[in-house]
């Protein structure tokens, strides 16, 4: 049986459609037996997969993807190791939180001097458990048939250079590597495929421990580069498959885009964790 390990997922607390254990019940039919909840700018999903992965067979490991921006990009850190109640990136976590219902409120007040009746509540009955972003805003749209999908929300209305938008809290990949690292973990760079090699090795520079080389949106030739980027930096590169559960591709996607035994073991090595030195 092959051995394998995805280190980017999503759950209904952030973007994702499915609960902690229906990811888990999934993860171990599709025989992953390390995965890592990466949910975006929370933590709720991996402090209910400790008490459930055992059941499943799956071992957990704390994870997150903290969103930041750099001279006009938007760079995602996935950090991993780090200690989940660790004070100070709880109180980060916090703030975005309501950061995020600040700025929904605002798209909403945008999308109202338009005639687009959508109010906080229909965005959050979208959210539900998660932290509220634009996606939960274009299902509120689709579900009041304003939109007939996704793609017309984002292109009409949602999309980063409509007026209708407002710019997110962000911070700079460095605070957020510092996030990590101050809670004890190690920062990866997050699906960098589409990023100039210049600007990649600029990225790299800002204290990043790895990069993330396995993706689906990583074509076979930009994930070779990026992994003899990693082996050229001497440094660890991670990979998954940055399941949502939001469509067919998706769905095909888990259990297609991992990292197997001897590519876990060198990015293991990056940090000594008691739960994998027992497994």
Known sequence: MVFKADLHTHTHFSDGYLSVESLLKKASSRNIKILSITDHDTLEGYAQAVTLSSQYNVLVIPGIELSTQYEGYEVHVLGYYFD????????????????RISRA???????????????????????????????????????????????????????????????KFTL???????????????????H??????????????RGF?????????HTSPVTSRLIRFAKEKGVPFSGGSDFHASNERDESNFGKYF??????????????HPAISES
């Open 209 to 217: 421990d790895g990069i993330e080389a396995i993706h689906p949106s």
């Open 172 to 190: 700079s990949p460095e605070e957020g590597i510092g996030l990590i690292k101050d809670a004890g973990g190690v920062a990866f760079l997050a």
């Open 84 to 99: 989940y109640k660790n004070k100070v990136l709880s109180g980060y976590i916090r703030h975005f939180s309501e950061k």
């Open 105 to 167: 409120e605002a798209i909403i007040e945008n999308l109202k001097a338009l005639g687009i009746e959508i109010t906080i509540e229909d965005v959050l009955n979208e959210a539900k458990f998660g932290n509220i972003g634009r996606p939960h805003i274009a299902r509120a749209l689709v579900r009041k048939k304003i939109v007939k999908n996704f793609g017309e929300a984002f292109r009409n209305y949602l999309g980063n250079n409509n007026p209708v938008n407002e710019p």
């Open 259 to 272: 990292l197997n035994e001897d590519m876990f073991r060198s990015f293991n090595s990056i940090r000594a």
């Open 192 to 205: 960098p495929g589409d990023f100039p090699e210049e600007f990649l090795e600029v990225l790299f520079a």
